[in-house]
């Protein structure tokens, strides 16, 4: 059974800098485009940045210039280097990728349990 496990979480001071890291457990058959998304209390959960199978990457306004999504596709991981931290940027993230499992039969998304970031002094 696959499954997406994160880390690098934690608490941070605003200006800070915190990366975190992401990548499937089990065995895969193919792995198409991976991302992060974020929930802060009482909101909607929402996209932080998207990286494809082929490195294009997008991300959400309010992070863009600070956060830089890459992959690594030798050892399936994603990474989120997060700079110059807000506030605001305090969030429960949740890792996210669209792939097939070797014994799953087809493409679907997963989702990982989720790593608290918080930016506070």
């Known amino acids: 059974q696959v499954q997406l496990v994160e880390s690098g979480g934690g608490l941070v001071q605003p200006g800070g800098s915190l990366t975190l890291d992401c990548a499937p457990s089990?065995?895969?058959?193919?792995?198409?485009?991976m991302g992060w998304y974020r929930q802060a209390p009482g909101k909607q959960r929402e996209l932080v940045a998207r990286?494809?199978?082929?490195?294009?990457?997008i991300y959400a306004a309010p992070v863009k210039g600070r956060f830089t999504i890459t992959r690594d596709h030798a050892k399936n991981t994603v990474h989120l280097q997060m700079n110059s931290l807000k506030p605001e940027d305090t969030a429960v993230y949740f890792c996210?990728?669209?792939?097939?499992?070797?014994?799953?039969?087809?493409?679907?998304?997963?989702w990982g349990q989720g790593t608290q970031v918080t930016v506070s002094a």
């Open positions: 089990g065995s895969i058959f193919s792995l198409n485009a």
């Open positions: 996210n990728a669209v792939l097939t499992a070797t014994f799953g039969g087809y493409e679907r998304t997963y």
């Open positions: 990286i494809t199978y082929d490195d294009n990457t």
